[in-house]
């Protein structure tokens, strides 16, 4: 029963007056917290950040007193549902995410700490990582790994999580805190519940009590019970471990702590684990397979397993095709034409302990051999190198992710992805599911660790079609029914959570009642994540998600343009906001398809250096600062959960400021979410509800006042010089005191084209076979003119004829910033209509920052639903890209003089999205620079600036945005690099404010191949 406002208000008081940690119950934050990766929605109460286990305690028994129920949440990223409920939502990925403790072969860590980040810290330091994955690479919590005990990726290699399980301490539901060592198993002295339990607390510890509880339960099991424990497959996740409690022939011992892994957060809350590390595996020999159907590779497991591989994946042809798609580098490797992938790795020892090389090459000889003299595999390659392995883990990982990719209503639908059946069995199994999909008129992809016996298989559907929920159900009964009467389970790794636990009695008509005698010796009244494991009454189809046309959607405002009713600030005497008057232009089916495509895969909640995605998440570790809560708020108000209103609210604001459109959403998020839009819809909503502050006014009209100002460029700088000016500044218009700004030029780059030169003015008789018009945007034009005609002399040195349109104004970026709207559009549809007609006449457009071009042709896009912007798109490029195809085109002269520094290259997040990819080795930009003779580059890829533009300009962002550039700083400060390099000045002018080393844009460099640079680079 969801509660009352009265109710949630004291809860949150309560809650507040209890815990060091937060509480959030506002409706926001509510709906943000409502979904994870299932097709499951439950709106909970409230949402609790506990910092430590006093925390977790305090919470546990305040929700058993009133009554609430409890879901312990890491990264919300479950298939099943697993974290979602209606009560308190206790999310442990926020505070408590620190390694307690390493030692040489173990660590101890508290529950909220990725998997991930974990590896990445101990493989660095130790060479050692915590083996077992089941669950999502990017983003899995190390509890909810134990809470779920799946098998995943690495089972064939290190088994189960829980037998790198040292020791746990867990909260029960009644605050009780169990501390379960599985080196020293407690031996119940007494196997019932009963009269000397007390005693036994006092002189052993609650944990003998409840050890002898559970004792006593399992020597009651009768022979069905036993003879379905013994049955279970290796893999099997669903219900409790029960067959794994006793340990030891003789005596039974009992172990707590493997009964508490696998329970999905339902008997107690994990707030510590101290956890085996491996040796880092060898990784010699590794060959994926390709074949002409499912059945020929399903056929080559049995063939392959007898070999004993550590890794055997299957990939369907959907799925391959959808990596090729992503990737260009896999086009030659994955045949167009496969309908089936086997991905096979053998054991190669450890770091510590490598196997002989000859032996595991003659291995997988061997199993090449068998697999291809059977003729099962058409086309057999052979991963060689060290560096071709994370291409090979990156076939695996896109392969999960792929389907994220469709873009259209038909979506893959997780709910059959997670069964196994032992491979005796799998060549039936699949047989038998797909004409069970055919007689369903319903396609499917098939794929999973099949080397273990699991299958993930997605049907395709259109949730929002009518009856597709009860399809789905249909099917639901049909294909577990079909993998149980094969000796299957319905989930290997994933957990049942709300999804599948009806069905648990199904697949355990005898053990069920003993998981519900379990259930309620630690938690009788079902506070503990009701609903996991032991099911609610409620029928899991009413959790699906609804989709929008099921509900009758109409977007919000339809009318108008934004011009006509609104100006940014609001006008003395309006009346208060309605829903009307809130202009979003949510009629374009771009803001409807980018909230509805992400699927809470989690992609965008990493931490480590591998990737860029998200600079403003990494710092607070919240997750509704996360990609992923830009796309849940639109959806929640699209689909009627949240009012409209409540898009205009501080909360929604608070959200979408944790944007700064630094736009590696684009490549990083699997599904191509533009949350950068959805984040500025958000902003433009509160705007036109509230008007725009003044200083975002200043930031978003930031043109103009320059424009205003140069004329006295020298008043201007010496002012900006005093401090006492700069701490006016600061007060008035938020521009921090100790940001640098850098001197502005007594005359604008295209006032002195328009004035003192028609050479570019006009339109030029073209000279050279390529005609550019260049876009110079607002920093250069009033800050480094200089770097704009040097951009032109290089492309006229080489051949290019350039245009410098006068007419063009700044892109707007900064008005996409702030949320204003109105004035973002005005600059679109102007530059558009400026920049199109030029390239209707042949002209290519060249922006000199990526940060331009990509607001010319991605923001723009999102802006004006007009040909020209599509024209744009197609036509822009930044001045690196183009000067690297023109030097790929063979066309560059490379006439250069030395230049002989050692300089630190940083990839701006716009050219990483120009060149969509942070994994190119290397991106044009730097390309251009290891042309230039003498000159040493090295690449720094230590994650964003932190700058975004004029981001880092506001007071309020300073700190934080110096904060995310560190790391970077860090390594520019190495005494090797002279000076920093970047194709964005804002990125410059932030490298140079966290290093006090100079830093430039690479115009610079090349201008000083040429020869154009009247003294040094450094002294200019
Ligand atoms: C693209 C994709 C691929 C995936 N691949 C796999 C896979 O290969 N194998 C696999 O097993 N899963 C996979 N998953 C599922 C999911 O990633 C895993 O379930 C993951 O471990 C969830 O981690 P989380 O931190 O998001 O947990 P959450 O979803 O937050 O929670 C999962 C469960 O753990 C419980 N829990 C969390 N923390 C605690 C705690 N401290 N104490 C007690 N209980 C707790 C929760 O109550 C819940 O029952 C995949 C998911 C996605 C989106
Ligand atoms: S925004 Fe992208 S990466 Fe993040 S959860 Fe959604 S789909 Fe996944
Ligand atoms: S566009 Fe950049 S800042 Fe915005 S959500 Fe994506 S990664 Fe974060």
Redesign the pocket.
């Given at each position: 029963m969801p509660l009352t406002a009265v109710q949630q208000a004291r809860l949150r008081d309560d809650l507040q007056g209890l815990i060091k940690g937060d509480v959030r119950c506002d409706e926001v934050t509510q709906q943000l917290f409502a979904t994870?990766?299932s097709i499951l929605q439950s709106r909970p109460a409230c949402v609790v950040y506990p910092r430590n286990a006093e925390d977790?305690i305090a919470v546990v028994r305040y929700a058993a007193e009133m009554g609430v129920p409890l879901?312990?949440?890491?990264?919300?990223?479950?298939?099943?549902g697993?974290?979602l409920g209606e009560g308190i939502i206790?999310?442990?990925?926020r505070y408590?995410r620190r390694i307690l403790h390493t030692g040489d072969d173990f660590v101890t860590i508290q529950?909220?700490l990725?998997?991930r980040r974990l590896n990445g810290i101990i493989d660095q330091s130790q060479n050692r990582i915590f083996g077992p994955?089941?669950?999502?690479?990017?983003?899995?919590?190390?509890?909810?790994?134990?809470?779920?005990n799946?098998?995943?990726?690495h089972y064939l290699r290190y088994g189960l999580p829980s037998d790198h399980l040292m020791s746990m301490t867990?909260v029960l539901a009644n605050g009780d805190l169990l501390t379960l060592d599985r080196n020293t198993l407690i031996q119940p002295l007494q196997g019932d519940d009963g009269s000397i339990a007390l005693a036994q607390e006092i002189t052993y510890g609650k944990e003998y009590v409840y050890a002898g509880k559970v004792a006593h339960i399992l020597e009651g099991r009768t022979s069905e019970q036993l003879v379905e424990s013994s049955s279970r497959l290796a893999v099997n996740?669903a219900g409790y471990a029960e067959h794994a409690v006793f340990q030891g022939k003789e005596s039974h011992d009992v172990d707590l702590a493997r009964l508490?892994t696998g329970?999905?957060?339902?008997?107690?809350?994990?707030?510590d684990a101290t956890l085996k590390t491996v040796s880092l595996p060898q990784r010699k020999c590794a060959a994926a397979f390709f074949f002409t159907s499912i059945f020929k590779a399903v056929e080559a497991v049995s063939a392959i397993m007898p070999l004993r591989p550590v890794l055997c994946e299957l990939i369907d042809r959907r799925r391959l095709n959808m990596v090729r798609d992503w990737d260009a580098r896999y086009r030659p490797l994955i045949p167009a034409d496969a309908e089936a992938a086997l991905l096979i790795e053998l054991d190669a020892g450890t770091l510590e302990n490598p196997m002989d090389d000859n032996d595991c090459k003659d291995r997988l000889k061997h199993l090449i051999d068998i697999v291809q003299t059977r003729q099962l595999s058409y086309h057999a390659l052979r991963v060689n190198t060290e560096e071709d392995f994370p291409l090979f883990d990156q076939v695996i990982r896109r392969s999960?992710?792929a389907l994220?990719r469709m873009l259209h209503s038909i979506q893959p639908i997780?709910l059959f992805?997670?069964v196994a059946v032992s491979l005796d069995v799998m060549d039936h199994v699949v047989r038998e599911l797909l004409t069970l999909l055919q007689q369903h008129k319903i396609t499917a992809s098939f794929s999973g660790?099949i080397g273990q016996g699991?299958l993930?298989i997605h049907p395709l559907l259109d949730l929002a079609q009518q009856d597709a929920v009860s399809t789905l159900h249909g099917l639901a009964e049909s294909i577990y029914s079909t993998i149980l009467r094969y000796g299957g389970t319905i989930s290997?790794?994933?957990?049942t959570?709300l999804l599948k636990s009806q069905f648990l009695p199904q697949q355990f008509p005898h053990l069920f009642p003993l998981f519900q005698e379990i259930k309620e010796t630690f938690d009788p009244q079902h506070w503990l994540?009701p609903g996991?494991v032991i099911p609610l009454q409620t029928h899991w189809t009413k959790y699906v998600r609804h989709g929008l046309e099921k509900r009758g959607h109409t977007p919000p405002d339809s009318s108008g343009s934004s011009d006509s009713k609104h100006s940014g600030a609001k006008q003395p005497g309006d009346a208060p906001p309605n829903q009307l008057e809130i202009q979003l232009k949510w009629e374009s089916a771009y803001v409807f398809e980018s909230a509805y495509q992400c699927?809470?895969?989690?992609?965008c909640?990493r931490f480590d250096r591998q990737s860029r995605i998200c600079p403003l998440f990494r710092g607070t570790a919240t997750i509704e600062f996360a990609p992923r809560s830009k796309a849940d708020l639109i959806r929640g108000i699209l689909e009627h959960d949240l009012d409209l209103e409540k898009l205009v609210g501080e909360r929604a604001k608070e959200i979408a400021d944790t944007c700064f459109h630094c736009r590696m959403c684009d490549i990083e998020c699997?599904s191509k979410i533009d949350t950068s839009v959805l984040a500025f819809r958000s902003k433009a909503a509160y705007v036109a509800a509230h008007g725009l502050p003044f200083e975002d006014l200043v930031i978003s009209r930031l043109d103009n006042i320059l424009h205003g100002l140069t004329p006295f460029s020298g008043l201007f700088n010496a002012a900006m010089r005093n401090q006492a000016v700069r701490w006016i500044c600061e007060k008035m218009f938020h521009i921090p005191q100790r940001r640098v700004i850098p001197p502005l030029a007594s005359r604008s780059y295209l006032n002195r084209i328009r004035w003192s030169s028609r050479r570019h003015r006009t339109l030029p008789e073209p000279t050279g076979e390529e005609k550019v018009a260049l876009f110079v945007d607002s920093f250069i034009n009033h800050f480094d003119p200089l770097l704009a005609e040097w951009a032109v002399q290089i492309l006229e040195h080489n051949g290019v004829s350039v245009h410098v349109p006068t007419r063009q104004r700044s892109s707007g970026r900064a008005s996409f910033l702030v949320g204003h709207a109105n004035r973002a559009e005005r600059l679109a549809r102007h530059n558009t209509a400026q920049l199109s007609e030029l390239i209707r006449q042949g002209y290519k457009i060249v922006a000199i920052e990526p940060y331009s071009a990509s607001c010319l042709t991605k923001d723009y896009r999102s802006l004006i639903d007009e040909a020209g912007s599509e024209l744009m798109a197609e036509n822009v490029s930044d001045f690196s890209s183009f000067l690297y195809r023109w030097h790929l085109a063979n066309k560059l002269r490379l006439d250069f003089q030395p230049v002989p520094y050692r300089v630190g290259y940083h990839a701006s997040c716009s050219g990483l999205v120009l060149s969509a990819s942070l994994e190119a080795d290397s991106v044009p930009a730097e390309n251009l620079l290891r042309l230039i003779p003498g000159l040493e580059v090295k690449r720094i890829e230590q994650g964003c600036c932190g700058m975004a533009g004029l981001w880092g300009f506001q007071q309020q962002n300073y700190r934080h945005s110096l904060h995310i550039g560190i790391p970077l700083f860090r390594a520019l400060r190495q005494p090797e690099i002279e000076f920093g390099v970047s194709d964005c000045c804002a990125c410059c002018s932030q490298m140079a404010h966290g290093t006090r080393k100079r830093a430039f844009h690479p115009i610079r460099l090349l201008a000083a191949g040429y020869g154009f640079l009247s003294a040094p680079v450094l002294e200019e």
């Open positions: 994870d990766a977790v879901h312990p949440r890491g990264a919300g990223t479950s298939l099943t697993e974290s206790l999310v442990l990925s408590m529950p909220g990725l998997r994955l089941a669950g999502n690479v990017s983003s899995a919590s190390l509890g909810s790994i134990l809470a779920r799946g098998a995943g990726l867990v996740r508490f329970s999905e957060g339902t008997l107690g809350v994990i707030v999960e992710l994220g997780p992805d997670d660790h699991h993930r290997s790794e994933w957990g959570g994540n996991k699927n809470g895969c989690g992609e909640l699997p």
